[in-house]
C-alpha cells in the first residue's frame, strides 16, 4: 500500500503546531504473527510517526518479547517506541530492574499504567508491588535520577492513561481527573486516552481536566472499528460501553468491506470531531494491522512536519 498523503510541506508557522501522530502495537504470540506485526510496522514507518507505543501485559508474562520488539524497534527502524509498563504482575524492585533495562537499550519513552487487576477476586497483590500508576511515575522518575549523567541531562517522557469515560473501578469522572492531576504532579508529561465512542466524552475530559489544573496533552486514543465482533469485545475488555448507533450499523452490514467502511468512516469522525475540539495529536490503536489505520490517516490529512531525511554523506574530492 502507498503512504498515505499525509500534508507533506513544512508546517508554515510557529502558531500551528503539527499534530501528534502515534501508534500501538502489541508484542507477537508467535512467529506467524511477528511476520504479519513487521509488515505492519514498516507500513507504519512511512508516515513518520512521532512514537510507536508497545503493549506490556499486566501478568508480566510477555515481558520477554515486549523488550525483544522495543529493541528492534529501536535498532532496525526509524521509530521511536513507547514503553508500557504495568505495576500488575511485577513487584517495585522488578520494575526498577526493567525501567534500568529499557533506558540502558535506549527507550526515552515508558507509558506507566496500572495494569488491569487479575479477574479472579481473591487473587491478592504480590508483595512489594505498587499500588497505582502514580506509583510507577514516581518509581520511573528515581531510576531517571540515578541515571541523569547516563542521560546527558535529557529526560524520560512519561505517559499516562486517561478516561473519556469513567474508568470502571472509579466512583466518577470527578476522581478520575483527580487521579489525572495526581499523576501529572507525580511527573507524567503527557495522556493518552482509553477508546471512547463520542467526541463529547473526549471534549467534556479536557474540560474537566483543564478546570482542575490539568495541563499536559491529552492525547485521544482511537481504534478503526471495523467488525462488530472486535467492538463488542473491546466494550469487554475496557469497560467502555460502545455506541449504540454504531453496533446498529456494523450488525446491519452485508460483508467484511462494508463492516470496515462503516467503522473507518466512524473512527475518522470521531477523530475529527477530537482535533476540531483542539487535540494534540491522534494516538491510533492498530491491533497490530496497517490496513484500516492507514485508511483513517489518509482520510484525516494531518498537518504533519515533513518527514526527517538522512544526513548526506560529506564526498571528498
Ligand atoms: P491508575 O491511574 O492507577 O488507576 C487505577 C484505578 O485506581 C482507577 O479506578 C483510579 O481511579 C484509581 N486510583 C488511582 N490512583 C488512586 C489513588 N491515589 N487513590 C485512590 N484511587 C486511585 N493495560 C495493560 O495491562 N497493558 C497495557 O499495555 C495497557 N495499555 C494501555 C494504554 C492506554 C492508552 C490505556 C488508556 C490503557 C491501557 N491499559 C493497559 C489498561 C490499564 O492498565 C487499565 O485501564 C487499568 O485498569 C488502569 O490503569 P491506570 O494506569 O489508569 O491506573
Known amino acids: 500500500m502507498s503512504p498515505p498523503s499525509l500534508i507533506q510541506a513544512s508546517v508554515p508557522s510557529t502558531q500551528t503546531a503539527p499534530i501528534a501522530l502515534s501508534y500501538e502495537l502489541f508484542p507477537p504470540r508467535n512467529e506467524a504473527a511477528e511476520a504479519t506485526l513487521w509488515d505492519t510496522i514498516r507500513e507504519l514507518e512511512t508516515t513518520n510517526p512521532d512514537y510507536v507505543a508497545v503493549t506490556y501485559g499486566a501478568n508480566g508474562s510477555n515481558r520477554d518479547t515486549a523488550v525483544e520488539l522495543l529493541n528492534r524497534l529501536l535498532t532496525e527502524t ?9 505495576c500488575v504482575g511485577n513487584t517495585a524492585d522488578e520494575l526498577a530492574e526493567i525501567i534500568s533495562e529499557l533506558l540502558d537499550h535506549g ?81 507524567a508529561d503527557f495522556a493518552i486516552t482509553q477508546v ?92 497490530n494491522e496497517h490496513g484500516a489505520a492507514l485508511e483513517v490517516l489518509d482520510k484525516l490529512q494531518l498537518l504533519r512536519p515533513a518527514p526527517r531525511t538522512a544526513p548526506q554523506r560529506l564526498v571528498r574530492a
Open 78 to 86: 526509524s521509530l521511536r517506541p513507547l514503553a508500557h509498563l504495568t
Open 196 to 287: 471512547f465512542f463520542h467526541a463529547d466524552q473526549y471534549k467534556d475530559l479536557v474540560t474537566r481536566a483543564r478546570r482542575a489544573g490539568v495541563s499536559i496533552p491529552i492525547i485521544p486514543g482511537v481504534m478503526p472499528l471495523t467488525s462488530l465482533r472486535r467492538v463488542q469485545r473491546l466494550g469487554d475488555l475496557t469497560g467502555v460501553e460502545p455506541a449504540p448507533a454504531l453496533l446498529d450499523a456494523l450488525g446491519r452490514a452485508d460483508d467484511a468491506g462494508q463492516s470496515r467502511r462503516i467503522g473507518v468512516a466512524a473512527t475518522v469522525d470521531l477523530a475529527r470531531a477530537a482535533l476540531d475540539a483542539g487535540a494534540p495529536g491522534i494516538h491510533l490503536y492498530t491491533f
Open 107 to 187: 527507550v526515552r519513552g515508558i507509558l506507566a499504567l496500572r495494569g488491569d487487576l487479575p479477574k479472579d477476586a481473591s487473587s491478592q497483590p504480590r508483595a512489594g508491588s505498587l499500588g497505582y500508576a502514580q506509583d510507577l511515575i514516581e518509581l520511573i522518575r528515581r531510576v531517571e535520577q540515578r541515571r541523569s549523567a547516563l542521560l546527558c541531562a535529557g529526560k524520560v517522557a512519561i505517559g499516562v492513561a486517561a478516561y473519556p469515560a469513567r474508568h470502571p473501578e472509579s466512583p466518577s469522572v470527578e476522581h478520575d481527573v483527580e487521579v489525572l492531576l495526581a499523576k501529572q504532579r507525580s511527573g
